[in-house]
């Protein structure tokens, strides 16, 4: 390993498998803790604006940008069951979008082709696909959802660790 990038890549790499793991172990608690644990870490994000707010001169906006993120996160962190409906579609749109940016990215720099990134993406394209659209329409999937996720969470984390190697 050669800089610090490619350390936290596999370092990220890890964490999403361990989170994978645990929604194919246990799959209901991993799916309320998931829920609790995107509420706290964007209390943490709003804090983080707060405070970025004294530095810039953008005060107001990271001000008001901040107490908006604070109070999303507490709707999350107190409301697990109703709001998950909703996380779950905007982590699958998240998904899908990390796998259509990663194919954009081989086309740009001409890796594109059968190997290991492309293949991960067009996974990740899939996966992301199926997350946002089951809450959405498809109920007899609804129960597979956090096996689905797990899938997703060890399909990035072979991604990250994969880069992170490569660098």
Known sequence: MKSYLDKIFILEGILL???GVLFFINP?????????ICGIL???????????????????????????????GFIIWFNPI???ETLIIVFGIWILLKGIYSIILAFKYRTFGFNAVTILSIISIIL???VFIAPLSVVFVLPY??????????????????????L
């Open 42 to 72: 964007i209390i943490i994000a709003g804090i983080l604006r707060i405070i970025r707010a004294f530095g810039t001169d953008s005060k107001m906006y990271y001000i008001l940008t901040g107490i908006i993120d604070i109070l999303f």
């Open 28 to 36: 209901v608690n991993a799916f309320f803790n998931f829920t609790t």
């Open 145 to 166: 959802i956090p096996y689905i996720l797990g899938l997703c969470f060890i399909v990035l984390a072979v991604t990250e660790i994969y880069l992170g190697y490569k």
């Open 17 to 19: 498998a361990i989170i």
């Open 128 to 130: 992301g696909g199926i």
């Open 82 to 84: 109703s709001t998950t």
